[in-house]
């Protein structure tokens, strides 16, 4: 069965850091590119970084460019997203996605992320 199963979301402070993991089993998680999206409440869901297949390339959103870094450990067939300076507009459900070309992607459930003082 394919799984995907965020967890590290929580509440934090503005200027706050989270790491946010995914697991990954029962695919061949190294062949799939990984990304990050969120969705906060009545927003549409927006892709928040990618990485590729082996980690050489990634790409974020500008409005956490420079704040989040995505990595990846193909070994434990893990994806994270290290969150620093957090402001309150990054609140949101946070999920994990993989996709490679040709194939059906794969969802996370999502883990809540909320930035409040």
């Known amino acids: 069965q394919v799984q995907l199963v965020e967890s590290g979301g929580g509440l934090v402070q503005p200027g706050g850091s989270l790491r946010l993991s995914c697991g990954a089993s029962g695919f061949t998680f190294s062949t799939y590119a990984m990304r990050w999206h969120r969705q906060a409440p009545g927003k549409e869901r927006e892709l928040v970084a990618g990485?590729?297949?082996?980690?050489?390339?990634?790409n974020y959103a500008d409005s956490v460019n420079g704040r989040f870094t995505i990595s990846r450990d193909n070994v434990k067939n893990t994806v994270y997203l290290q969150m620093n300076s957090l402001k309150p507009e990054d609140t949101a459900v946070y999920y994990c996605?993989?996709?490679?070309?040709?194939?059906?992607?794969?969802w996370g459930q999502g883990t809540q992320v909320t930035v409040s003082s």
């Open positions: 996605n993989a996709v490679r070309s040709g194939d059906s992607s794969y």
């Open positions: 990485i590729s297949s082996h980690g050489g390339v990634t």
